[in-house]
């Protein structure tokens, strides 16, 4: 992998009014993305268009909050699965409007997480919306850190589920939103600094009024100097080496 300036590591970048510019945007400011999807039926066109990139990397999702209406594209998940070492948007979401599928959801969670054990050497970008401790139960049972390395996005957990997950293995990508927010930020804090890096969950975050881009990580590295008492050149090298140690991982 070159070595990126910037690293994306929650991005949707299918849901961009120009998918490939989007794509085509990270490559030139070498900002690592990792590209979620929400549906495997999304999968083969992410594949296609990320295929000879250097920097971004598509991930097989398939989204909490859609499982209601697709559980049944667990079959296709499971199907496409051996095309690619990265997975999500995956994980849970008990909020008021999802936790009606809360029961499909763990099963097609359950699946996920058995799947990628067995296959060993993924790397999976999680949603725990007000679930953390239920997701931390399931990764404990069925993803064991020797099998698989799981990224929390949006960690919103309590601080003493961030220790589990960091005792767990588990990295944490946080934003600029997340860190906007003094309890989320304070929970960033207290994380183990080796396991930190950066993302946007674009285009659902904004930044200057607009939908936020990769390279808008930045802001999160400015609010994380202040955080981690580093410059911002110290914050950018932390997160780069830190993204390499979570990919050299194997197993
Ligand atoms: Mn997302």
């Not at 295929?51 to 598509?58: C, D, G, I, L, M």
């Not at 008021?96 to 993924?122: N, T």
Request: aromatic share 6%.
């Amino acid at each position: 992998m070159p070595s990126p300036t910037l690293i994306d590591f929650h991005c949707h970048l299918d849901l961009y009014p120009d998918h490939a510019a989007a794509i085509a945007e990270c490559e030139r400011e070498h900002v690592f993305t990792l590209a979620v999807t929400t549906t495997p039926k999304a999968w083969t066109r992410n594949l296609e268009l990320t295929k000879s990139t250097k920097h971004v990397r598509a991930a097989l999702g398939l989204h909490p909050q859609l499982v209601g209406k697709r559980a049944a594209e667990i079959d296709l998940w499971e199907e496409l699965l051996p095309q690619t070492r990265y997975v999500g948007e995956v994980g849970l979401d008990a909020s008021p409007r999802f936790y009606r599928s809360f029961e499909a959801q763990k099963e097609v969670f359950q699946r996920v997480l058995q799947a990628c054990a067995r296959a060993g050497d993924k790397v999976l970008t999680i949603h725990s919306v007000r679930t953390a401790k239920v997701v931390l139960d399931m990764l404990e049972t069925h993803l064991p850190a020797r099998q698989g390395t799981a990224v929390m996005h949006w960690f919103t957990g309590s601080q003493s589920e961030a220790r589990r997950a960091a005792d767990l293995g588990c990295y944490f990508s946080v934003n600029n939103e997340m860190l906007a927010n003094p309890k989320h930020a304070a929970l960033v804090q207290g994380l183990p600094i080796d396991r930190l890096l950066t993302e946007t969950d674009g285009p659902f975050t904004s930044c200057d009024n607009r939908p936020a881009k990769p390279s808008d990580v930045r802001f999160a590295i400015r609010q994380l100097t202040q955080l981690l008492k580093l410059s911002e050149t110290e914050v950018a090298d932390l997160l780069v080496v830190n993204l390499k140690r979570l990919l050299s991982t194997r197993g």
